[in-house]
């Protein structure tokens, strides 16, 4: 135990000899945090809408007058007036408009008929999120159009009504689970796998071999301090990061007991399975070209950005194992609906045994020789 905490004090000390070390694998995750949290997510406002309005009658202008609520209040879209279909078309097609709706001749007296007149709509959809929410809000209005200035005795459609079981959570809140782990993640990958082939490339560890250090006291030394990084690592940013989102989960003893247990977890999974990747490499540049892969094809799969049930089959194939998944799971229920710790617990099982496994295949690997 005395061979392996010393390993644990030497990686350490070196590591807290560098700041650059520590703000890289911090500050990165959080700036994603702050950039995409505000980039993504976010409700369409102040979109460009034409209307052309070839009638001019009562209803046309009831139309008007809803639009011209919306652009006021919601401000989804800002409205501007076009006497030519065609002209609104081709400003819709040049990028100056995102949707242009005309009003038909004749659309008044054909409401009045009860002939259910239709309204045009015209959308750039090479956009799709600012073309669907357009298409939503613009069928909203129109079923509001729709209802009777006077209300029926009997009441004969079906209707739903929607309970939110958790406060507004907005994508930057959705996102931070996502960056703790990728803030781990990065310090794994920088504080852990680096640094170790770094340290064989300059000889370093042949002092190790010299010495009556087992390989398991070597391999869980160093799977230690890493797994020590990642946790200091991931706590300060779930620190920083509840501050910018507006989240007061540190302020709950019982969920930051859960968290802990998911910080640990994850940074022992990340540790070991880094550890077994990098045991044979020789080469320093291998670890930075296999960072990029790594991080595409861990981080992005595991639901941090976009729901895994959108995914194809086989990236949702890709997910099943990847600990990334169970690591954002865990935290998004700890962090985001206080779940409980039963509904963790797969999650850490999970991450105890896949970093269990790659511990053993770890010191297998690890060669005494030179």
């Known amino acids: 135990m005395n061979r392996l905490l010393a390993i644990v004090e030497r990686e350490l000390r070196k590591f807290f000899r560098s700041p650059a070390l520590m703000l890289t694998a911090m500050v990165f995750p959080l700036v994603q945090l702050v950039i995409l949290g505000n980039a993504f997510g976010g409700k369409i406002t102040e979109a460009r809408v034409g209307v052309v309005d070839y009638d001019g009658g009562p ?5 008007h007058e809803a639009f011209d609520s919306v652009a006021a209040n919601l401000r989804t879209f800002r409205v501007q007036r076009y006497d030519s279909d065609k002209l609104a078309q081709n400003d819709v097609r040049a990028g100056k408009l995102d949707a242009a709706v005309i009003i038909p001749p004749q659309f008044s007296r054909r409401v009045y008929a009860g002939e259910k007149p239709s309204l045009g709509l015209v959308v750039d959809n090479s956009d799709q999120f600012i073309s669907s929410s357009l298409e939503g809000e613009l069928q909203s209005l129109t079923d509001a159009l729709n209802q009777p200035a006077a209300p029926q005795r009997v009441v004969n459609a079906i209707a739903m009504e929607t309970v939110e079981l958790y406060p507004f959570i907005d994508y930057m809140k959705y996102l931070l689970p996502g960056s703790i782990a990728l803030a781990m993640f990065v310090s794994v990958m920088i504080g852990g796998g680096m640094l170790y082939i770094d340290d064989k490339a300059r000889g370093v560890h042949e002092g190790f071999l010299v010495t009556p250090i087992t390989r398991t006291e070597l391999v869980g030394g160093l799977i230690l301090s890493g797994a020590i990084k990642a946790i200091l690592a991931g706590f300060v940013l779930t620190l920083l990061g509840s501050l910018v989102a507006g989240l007061d989960v540190l302020f709950h003893p ?7 247990a998911m910080l640990v977890a994850t940074s022992f999974a990340f540790n070991a399975m880094m550890f077994m990747l990098m045991v044979r490499v020789e080469d320093p540049l291998v670890p930075r070209a296999m960072f990029g892969i790594l991080n595409t094809l861990l981080y992005f799969p595991s639901g941090a950005v976009y729901p895994v049930e ?4 086989w990236l949702r194939a890709i997910a099943q194992v990847d600990p990334f998944t169970y690591a954002v799971h865990g935290l998004k229920a700890v962090l985001l609906k206080d779940s409980g710790f039963a509904v963790i617990v797969p999650d850490l099982l999970f991450l105890c045994g896949i970093g269990s496994v790659a511990l053993f295949l770890a010191v297998k690997l690890f060669k005494r020789t030179l």
Do not use: S, T
């Open 59 to 63: 209803q046309a202008l009831r139309v």
């Open 310 to 313: 959108a995914f194809p089959p």
């Open 254 to 260: 019982w969920a930051l007991l859960q968290l802990m």
